[in-house]
């Protein structure tokens, strides 16, 4: 049975989005400038955040990283960065060394593009 529970505030959370989203152009600034995003608070920013990565970070690869999820491991993370750097799929049994060797293979293609991590939950083992 499917339980819903009444949304409090709705009109306030509606605009508090709002605002964010005007603040996005300056997020994707401050990211292209090497600084890095934390948002914080109660309630979900996955949405957020999704419509930011779909809209605004179209100048290079973004990996979600959905933190909460036990099954998540820094190899992983690193893992889906280098896959989405260069282009291809790569076997989970990559080793470490083996990811930097096919990152440098394709460095030449890379420098005019970004690497995007967005990390839901990062509570997450």
Do not use: C
Request: net charge positive; no cysteine; aromatic share 6%.
């Amino acid at each position: 049975m499917y339980l819903k529970l009444p949304e409090k505030r709705v009109a306030e959370r509606v605009r508090a989005m709002a605002r964010l989203r005007l603040q996005q152009p300056l997020w994707h600034l401050l990211l292209r400038s090497g600084f890095s995003l934390l948002l914080h608070g109660l309630g979900s920013k996955r949405r957020l955040l999704s419509d930011f990565a779909h809209s605004a970070l179209t100048d290079g690869a973004v990996v979600v990283i959905n933190g909460w999820l036990p099954s998540v491991t820094a190899h992983k993370v690193l893992l889906a960065a280098a896959s989405a750097i260069t282009g291809r799929a790569l076997p989970k049994t990559t080793s470490g060394a083996e990811l930097l060797s096919s990152v440098q293979q394709d460095a030449e293609e890379w420098p005019s593009r970004h690497l995007y991590l967005v990390v839901h939950n990062i509570e997450g083992p």
